[in-house]
């Protein structure tokens, strides 16, 4: 089995400008469990999302009944 040593694959990273460790991180399997922090800007902007686009599609709804009514 070929090893490589955390310290070199950091320096690496950070050398190259690249997340060596995220490369390996998302080959394993999603059930593993994690400290790292959520992004929960980017979590929260897609709830906001969501909901914007519920009240438009309802709203879009409400104009096309109107619509049909006066045609």
């Known amino acids: ?6 310290d070199i ?6 050398g190259l400008e690249h997340n060596f ?8 399997p999603k059930n593993y469990t994690t400290d ?4 929960a800007i980017t979590t929260n902007e897609i ?3 969501k909901e ?5 599609e309802n709203e879009n709804q409400v ?3 109107v619509i049909g009514a006066k045609e």
């Open 36 to 39: 790292a922090p959520t992004d």
């Open 52 to 56: 914007k686009i519920k009240l438009l």
């Open 63 to 65: 104009l096309l009944k």
């Open 47 to 49: 709830e906001a999302l």
């Open 9 to 14: 694959i950091l320096k690496l990273s950070e």
């Open 21 to 28: 460790l995220m490369d390996i991180a998302v080959q394993l």
């Open 1 to 6: 089995m070929n090893t490589l040593s955390l």
